[in-house]
């Protein structure tokens, strides 16, 4: 990386971190370091709740998605909208009325102390996962970029994130992530445009996609109901729904942002925001992913993405077994050029004959590229039994630091690192509060005064950015790393959800019913997802938020059925919890 593009990139998040300590000095109480001091503005909220879900991830792995698969990805987010009027209707004028620090204070008095317990915990527990997730994603650029080993660079990265949010609490994470925000945004907007130039001159913008479109890349709806397939309309509208309603509804890291706005008003139109531009902004990340597969259709590719794998095959016993497997993959490159530029011609005299013919050539060809790289994966293997060969989180960076001009380079790497500080700090401070409010102050050290919480909840902070390094280790067990914090929130938000749709809607249910039907709905989702997992069942993982839920309701409501109709005597020892 050249000295501008380090002084773009360092220059970039400089300012933004200095801004973000000039605004957070007179930060001296707990509620303001937790809560901020309740006056954002519609668009900060929406911009900051956005901010928090817009991890480094996003931009490393979803480009990488599409590069791979295509713009079916965009379908998980198309219940969105439908989610932030729901929470807009009912979540929010909930909280704002009982003025609460967590989303699990109210649980308690609807239901009681070990309900909103479980909840804190289930949230603690998929949340701190998710956390080393992200710190983990651009831990991938240094250690690509500079050769560092990978566990010495989480390290690192995570170092910083820590320092950063233990020093201003959730004003420092909400008052940057505005102008976090908009370099994502402008930084995004460049690498899409210098795509295109990059092309070659003979090949247009609609040639572009009119390939992508016949390789089958930009087919975004698939209306086909089956519960294997991850992304389809129906898992996006239906799980998905469940999925954002559990996250922006009863999600610290996302909570807390939003009830930090001046009103109800202003939260509510923050929310809404977000529900809005979220989706054409990840129709534009994959849709940035479907140019730079295009991109390599005319530039060649490495035959693996992440060179550190390749590194290590070199002067090793297997040296030759890959320069044999990249001779292989440079001839089926050029035989590909051949027949795509055929396919551009066949699409531009919209010869459909020819158009159907050239597609199956290229498919031919693709199949076989793709068990070249499998051959490559396998190499790697054998050198290194324990190595991460699935590289799509590697292409979008590829690109990055390959193909883009100086000074550029270092503006994307500083659209991903201003992406991973906001999203990871919005997840070590909301983990810091519900670690506070929900146990610390609740339960273990009561009616102590505000400097020993404030002290306490940076401590927390720094508590919680040490176990997601842990979990940062573990994050290479993942194929894709946008797909892997989907996962980890899918096995916990239907159950949490399920309570909180139990005290908004079933007020009947009492606290000892839901908290055991909470139990038992978690379990069993467990035990779909290792099901699946080990390929005995085949379920999306989308749809254990959905399934989570409805457990957690229908047990709900049969136990209270079943408890009304108990002999008071029974039903009384039963609520007590004696038996």
Not at 108 to 131: I, P, S, V, Y
Not at 166 to 191: C, D, E, N, P, R
Not at 246 to 275: A, H, I, M
Not at 551 to 568: D, E, G, Y
């Amino acid at each position: 990386m050249s000295p501008i593009d380090w002084l773009v990139m360092l220059g970039v998040l400089g300012v933004i971190a200095i801004y973000g300590m000039i605004k957070t000095r007179s930060v001296k109480s707990v509620q303001s370091y937790l809560m901020g001091d309740k006056d954002l503005s519609w668009w900060t909220i929406g911009l900051s709740v956005m901010a928090t879900q817009a991890s480094a991830i996003t931009f490393l792995s979803t480009p990488g998605q599409a590069y791979e698969s295509g713009m079916g990805f965009a379908q998980f987010y198309f219940g969105m909208p439908v989610a932030m009027v729901l929470l807009c209707i009912f979540a929010l004028p909930i909280y704002y009325r009982l003025n609460v620090y967590t989303a699990y204070e109210y649980l308690e008095g609807r239901f009681d102390l070990k309900t909103r317990l479980l909840t804190a915990f289930l949230f603690l527990l998929q949340r701190g996962m998710a956390a080393g997730i992200t710190i983990y994603a651009p831990s991938i650029i240094l250690s690509n970029i500079f050769g560092w080993d990978l566990n010495f660079t989480i390290f690192l990265m995570g170092i910083f994130v820590i320092a950063y949010t233990v020093f201003g609490g959730t004003k420092a994470v909400s008052v940057t992530q505005k102008q976090q925000m908009l370099v994502i945004l402008i930084g995004l907007a460049i690498a899409g445009i210098i795509l295109v130039y990059q092309l070659p001159r003979d090949v247009s913008f609609g040639d572009a996609v009119s390939l992508a479109g016949k390789m089958g890349k930009l087919e975004v709806v698939n209306f086909e109901f089956d519960l294997s397939n991850r992304y389809t309309f129906w898992t996006g509208m239906l799980g998905g729904v469940f999925l954002f309603l559990s996250y922006f509804g009863t999600d610290q890291s996302q909570v807390q942002r939003y009830l930090s706005g001046k009103s109800l008003s202003e939260s509510r139109l923050g929310l809404l925001f977000n529900g809005i531009i979220k989706v054409p902004m990840q129709f534009m990340v994959l849709f940035i992913g479907v140019l730079v597969y295009v991109f390599f259709q005319f530039t060649q590719p490495p035959v693996h993405f992440n060179q550190a794998n390749l590194l290590q095959l070199k002067g090793s016993s297997y040296e030759a077994q890959l320069t044999d497997l990249q001779a292989k993959h440079t001839e089926v490159y050029e035989n590909k050029q051949v027949v795509v530029r055929n396919l551009i011609t066949a699409i531009r005299e919209d010869d459909e004959a020819t158009i159907k013919r050239q597609q199956a050539q290229v498919q031919a060809l693709l199949a076989e590229d793709s068990a070249i790289r499998d051959s490559v994966k396998n190499l790697i293997l054998k050198q290194t039994p324990t190595a991460a060969v699935e590289d799509n989180d590697y292409v979008f960076i590829t690109f990055v630091t390959n193909y883009l001009p100086v000074g550029l380079v270092g503006l994307l790497l500083a659209v991903i690192f201003s992406a991973a500080m906001s999203s990871t700090s919005s997840e070590l401070n909301a983990l810091a509060t519900a670690s506070l409010i929900d146990f610390y102050r609740r339960i273990f050290v009561k009616h102590r005064a505000d400097q020993h919480y404030l002290n306490a909840s940076k401590w927390l902070t720094a508590l919680w950015g040490i176990i997601a390094l842990l979990f940062a280790a573990f994050a290479s067990l993942f194929d894709n790393l946008i797909e892997a914090v989907n996962i980890v929130g899918s096995v916990f938000y239907g159950t949490i959800l399920g309570i909180f749709v139990v005290a908004f809607f079933l007020k009947q249910v009492r606290g000892n019913v839901v908290f055991w039907s909470a139990i038992l709905a978690e379990i069993l989702v467990i035990i779909i997802f290792v099901l699946d997992r080990r390929g005995t069942i085949e379920i999306a993982y989308l749809w254990l938020n959905l399934i989570g839920c409805l457990l957690v309701v229908m047990f709900s409501f049969i136990a209270q059925l079943f408890s009304n109709n108990m002999p008071q005597s029974i039903e009384t020892t039963i609520d007590d919890g004696a038996i």
